[in-house]
Nanobody, 126 residues
Framework: QVQLVESGGGLVQAGDSLSLSCAVS????????VGWFRQAPVKEREFVAA??????YYADSVKGRFTISSDNAKNTVYLQIDSLKPEDTAVYSC?????????????????????WGQGTQVTVSS
């Protein structure tokens, strides 16, 4: 059974930093890519960042501030967030791809992922 557990969210002020973690069990992140998505109240879920086969992808809105990384030994993916802005406030969720990295898929599309974590809340005040 594949499970993902996010952690690291919290209430912070604009300009602060956070490090989010996504612990994955039941599926090796070295084979199946991981994506980060976020959803704010009354807004659609949006792509944030992803790792596919060691290649990183970022939404334009977070480039230069967010960094995705992986620790294969711990089977954990991280999202380092710097220079937080109020508009970053959302529930951040991680997910694993439904196909291994060597089979082509678009890591920016939520439909490419089949298992999701429960999410961790990030709230940024000004």
């Amino acid at each position: 059974q594949v499970q993902l557990v996010e952690s690291g969210g919290g209430l912070v002020q604009a300009g602060d930093s956070l490090s989010l973690s996504c612990a994955v069990s039941g599926r090796a992140i070295a084979l199946y890519g991981v994506g980060w998505f976020r959803q704010a109240p009354v807004k659609e879920r949006e792509f944030v960042a992803a790792d596919r086969g060691g290649h990183a992808y970022y939404a334009d809105s977070v480039k230069g501030r967010f960094t995705i990384s992986s620790d294969n030994a711990k089977n954990t993916v991280y999202l380092q967030i710097d220079s937080l802005k109020p508009e970053d406030t959302a529930v951040y969720s991680c997910a694993t791809a439904s196909r291994p990295y060597f089979i082509n898929y678009d890591p920016l599309r939520a439909s490419e992922y089949d298992y999701w974590g429960q999410g961790t809340q990030v709230t940024v005040s000004s």
